[in-house]
């Protein structure tokens, strides 16, 4: 199976800031790798898909870049309702696997 | 609008079976792979299993193998999780999303196994 290191699991930063996840894939996969953000106590919710592919609707200050066995996901000028988890996903080989998430908290 | 609707969740026994239902509505169901997803209390996100479009492919992760069988109804719009010999471990919010890509969630129901 494809193992997913997702770094940091947690970390903290104020309104404005520029934010950054990484997520390392245990083989090739391409750009197959989607993110997602879960609010407390919501659904989760796709951000990003085939690497780079911002989702319609997503505000545009959040990018993903990468390729291969490592991959980013960017917030560019943080807001309070990015308090959040955020998970990628690779869904180059099944199963299909999740990074252990990063909680992303606002000062 | 899009709906993915859970149903099916409950307290189980360990070694007990469940089925989980998922009905969907506002885009063509026959037209997507569909996945299930879960979610243990207090943690991450775990992919368990999807299926091809017309039932043809079934992909599991190796926890529920041989446990759980996932299938789909395309007359009924409807998706299906057998679960079998329930363990402790399979207690979660479990998520019915639509496509390949996880593009749209359910709003998931609960499983608790225990005794």
């Known amino acids: 199976d494809i193992q997913m290191t997702q770094s940091p699991s947690a970390m903290s930063a104020s309104v404005g800031d520029r934010v950054t996840i990484t997520c390392r894939a245990s083989q090739d996969i391409n750009n197959h790798l989607a993110w997602f953000q879960q609010r407390p106590g919501k659904v989760p919710k796709r951000l990003i898909y085939?690497?780079?592919t911002l989702q319609s609707g997503v505000p545009s200050r959040f990018s993903g870049s990468g390729s291969g066995t490592e991959f980013t996901l960017t917030i560019a000028g943080l807001q309070p309702e990015d308090s959040a988890t955020y998970y990628c996903?690779?869904?180059?080989?099944?199963?299909?696997?999740f990074g252990q998430g990063t909680k992303l908290a606002i000062k | 609008e899009m709906q993915l609707v859970e149903s099916g969740g409950g307290l189980v026994q360990p070694g007990g079976s469940l089925r989980l239902s998922c009905v969907g509505s506002g885009f063509t169901f026959r037209s997507y792979w569909m996945t299930w997803v879960r979610q243990a209390p207090g943690k991450g996100l775990e992919w368990v299993a999807n299926?091809?479009?017309?039932?043809?492919?079934?992909h599991y992760v190796d926890s529920v193998k041989g446990r759980f069988t996932i299938s789909r109804d395309n007359a009924k719009n409807s998706l299906y999780l057998q679960m079998n010999s329930l363990r402790d471990e399979d207690t979660a919010v479990y998520y019915c999303v639509r496509d390949l890509w996880l593009y749209f969630w359910g709003q998931g129901t609960l499983v608790t196994v225990s005794s």
């Open positions: 299926i091809k479009e017309d039932g043809s492919e079934e």
């Open positions: 085939a690497s780079s």
């Open positions: 996903l690779q869904h180059s080989g099944s199963p299909f696997t």
